[in-house]
């Protein structure tokens, strides 16, 4: 969880800095540039809890992430070098 944090707290910084640069560059204010990458950040911060809120709540409802809607019967494993001679063989018949 705290190595899930660091990387989260690290990624924002390398945008809001990416965000500060690319404004500063096309307005050649620093102030603007600031206002820009904090409002970023924050928008950045409140749009990720939306789409967490969002994406927990759509799978809530039924089956989870990864759940087979139906399951099937296991089948026997097959195995490719038990295969390949038997395809030959039909083959040959033909």
Known sequence: MRRAIAKA?????????EIFAISFWTTG???TAGH????AAVISVLTY?????????SFARGQEWGEAVETLP???????SS???ALLTDMDRQ
């Open 83 to 85: 295969v390949l001679p």
């Open 9 to 17: 707290v690290t990624w924002r910084l390398i945008g809001t800095a």
């Open 36 to 39: 820009t990458a904090g409002i």
């Open 49 to 57: 809890v939306a789409h967490e809120l969002v994406w927990n709540g």
């Open 74 to 80: 296991d089948a026997a494993p097959v195995r490719t």
């Open 29 to 31: 204010h620093i102030a």
